[in-house]
Each structure stands twice: as structure tokens, then as C-alpha cells.
């Protein structure tokens, strides 16, 4: 992946992030198994229920293989799943009939307005060349009063910042844009942003940061490539102290909870 500076955020062109390339992405070999894994508990319903009863209608906006509709239904929410990756969603279909899995556009949600209390995007705003401006007044539109908006996205982290001042990243000039993948954004300015648009942040948690020292550390890839795809205990354990000591200098992604003022 190639990475350049645009203003306040990164651009990465990798090919695009279209229906086709998230259903070669979501291609798990064995879906049952993933969604059964799912409907045990995930983070994902953990954090939910800090914030939302049991029995809270909550959509997940681009929810691939439906793995976090799973962990929701489980845990008691009624969950809906939207997503315009069609293959991915008749396979989730077939592996799993009990779920409420709907094929949609984020920016046309097929929902009433103030109809739900909780949606959850995770990983979906940055894909949009145009901007994430009409996702975020969807969101909005939908969610009632007190209702909770859980946004994830890849963004600008001190580590990533500190590259961007002393010039790593070649300046983004649009010629590659038929390649464009994500764009890593800028946290102080989606919060600033959030906030006009009519949200207050509860909760924000910076994630990811061995991902985030991996992608950055180009001599450092290969070793922690390794360790981010390990599952033996040890590496678990390694990996999470990691993350821990890495939060807040390396993170790659940037939750944040937020709140649909009245």
C-alpha cells in the first residue's frame, strides 16, 4: 500500500475498496464457524452493553459476514446488518438463517428517522473518496435521541503525525485516485466535526497499535507481521502488552463513542 499526506489526513491507494473487493475480502472459509465464534460475545456486544440495554435495536452499517450482528443478537439486541457486498451477504445468509442481514448503501439507510437506538460503523467511513459527510447525517437521521453512534476509522496517530511533519509521506496530487483504498483521518477534527453535527463523545480508545507500529516501521514489518498473526498464548501476551505500552503513541484505528443530542 502507498501512503501520501493530503491536508489533515493520509490517503492510501491500494486498489478500490468496492462491492468486489469486499467480497474477495469477507471470503471466509468456513462461515459458520466464524459466526458461531461471533454469537458467543465479542467485544463489540461488551461495549454495547456499557451503553445500551438489552433489546435495543442496533445496526451494524457495513457488516460484512454479519460476525458483530452475531455477537449483538447474542447478547440480546435485536441487530441488523446492512451491507452492499452482496456475495458476502448471501453466504452469511446461508451460514447463518437467523440473522437480519440486509443489502444496503450507508449513505440511504432504509431505516425511519429516530428509529434506532444504537448503530455501530466500524472501518467503513474512510473507504469514500467523496467524504463520510452523508454517512454521518444518516447516522444521525436514524439513531432517536440518546441513542449511541460507535465510530471507528483509521486516523492520524502521534507516530503518523510525527512522519507527516518531517516530510515521509509524498504529497497526494489525485492521479492515482482509481486506486484509492481508505483515507487515515484526523481525530481532533472528527470529534470537532461530530460535535457540530449533533453528537457529544462519551468515550473515545485509540486500537490497534501494533498494526499501526507495523505499518509504519517498514524494518520492524516482517517480526511484528509475524506476532500480529500468531495465535499462540505467548505472542497473545506479548501482543497486548504491546498494545497497551503503544496506544497512545502508534494506535491504527480511533474509537469513539457518541451520543445523538436531542
Known sequence: MSVFADGRRLVC??????????????????????????????????????????????????????????????????????????????????????????????RRLPFADASLDGYWSLGVIEHFYEGHAGIVAEARRVLRPGGFFFL???????????????????????????????????????????????????????????KGLKDETPWLKRPLQELYDSRRPGARLLKAGLERALRSVSAHCLLLVLERRS
Open 13 to 106: 491507494v491500494r486498489e478500490a475498496a468496492d462491492a468486489a473487493f469486499w467480497d474477495r475480502h469477507w471470503a471466509a472459509p468456513d462461515l459458520r464457524r466464524e459466526l458461531a465464534a461471533g454469537a458467543a460475545g465479542s467485544w463489540v456486544s461488551e461495549l454495547t452493553r456499557r451503553f445500551l440495554p438489552s433489546g435495543s435495536l442496533v445496526l451494524e452499517g457495513g457488516c460484512g459476514t454479519g460476525r458483530n450482528v452475531a455477537a449483538l443478537q447474542g447478547a440480546g439486541y435485536r441487530a441488523v446488518g446492512l451491507d452492499y457486498a452482496e456475495d458476502a451477504l448471501r453466504r452469511a445468509r446461508e451460514a447463518a438463517p437467523s440473522l437480519d442481514l440486509r443489502s444496503g448503501d450507508v
Open 152 to 210: 471507528s476509522f483509521p486516523y492520524m496517530s502521534p507516530l503518523r503525525r510525527a512522519k507527516r511533519a518531517a516530510g515521509a509521506y509524498p504529497v497526494w496530487n489525485g492521479t492515482l485516485r482509481e486506486t484509492f483504498y481508505q483515507f487515515m483521518l484526523d481525530g481532533r477534527a472528527m470529534r470537532a466535526e461530530l460535535e457540530r453535527d449533533g453528537f457529544v463523545l462519551r468515550e473515545q480508545r485509540p486500537f490497534d497499535a501494533v
